[in-house]
C-alpha cells in the first residue's frame, strides 16, 4: 500500500509509525555504539518524530494539554521505576 491510497489522517499515522521506527533504529545503534551525544542521526529523527507530533496536534488528533497531562503521569511512573527523574 502506498500512501498514495492512504487518506489524510491514514498517511498521517502512517509516516507517524515509521518515524517512531526510524527513532527506535537510531536509538538501537547509540547503544551499540555506545554514543550517545552529538548524534547528528538522533536529532534528525528525533526531530521528525517531533514534527509528526505537531501535525496530529495540527490534525486535532491530541491536544497539547492531555499529553502535558500524560506527561505528568509518565514522569510519575519514572521517578517510582527508574533513576531518570529525580523523585
Known amino acids: 500500500?502506498?500512501?498514495n491510497n492512504l487518506d489524510t489522517l491514514?498517511?498521517?499515522?502512517v509516516l507517524?509509525?515509521?518515524e517512531c521506527g526510524e527513532l527506535i533504529?537510531?536509538?538501537?545503534?547509540c547503544l551499540r555504539k555506545d554514543k550517545?551525544?552529538?548524534?547528528k542521526k538522533l536529532l534528525e529523527e528525533v526531530g521528525d518524530v517531533y514534527t509528526m507530533i505537531e501535525l496530529m496536534h495540527e490534525f486535532d488528533?491530541?491536544?497539547?494539554?492531555?499529553?502535558?497531562?500524560?506527561?505528568?503521569?509518565k514522569r510519575a511512573k519514572l521517578k517510582k521505576w527508574s533513576n531518570?527523574?529525580?523523585g
Do not use: F, G, N
Not at 10 to 13: F, G, P, V
Not at 25 to 29: D, F, G, P
Not at 61 to 69: Q, T
Open 10 to 13: 491514514q498517511q498521517l499515522m
Open 84 to 86: 531518570l527523574v529525580d
Open 25 to 29: 533504529q537510531r536509538c538501537s545503534k
Open 61 to 73: 488528533i491530541i491536544s497539547w494539554s492531555d499529553v502535558e497531562e500524560r506527561v505528568k503521569v
Open 36 to 39: 550517545y551525544y552529538d548524534d
Open 16 to 18: 507517524t509509525m515509521e
Open 1 to 3: 500500500m502506498t500512501t
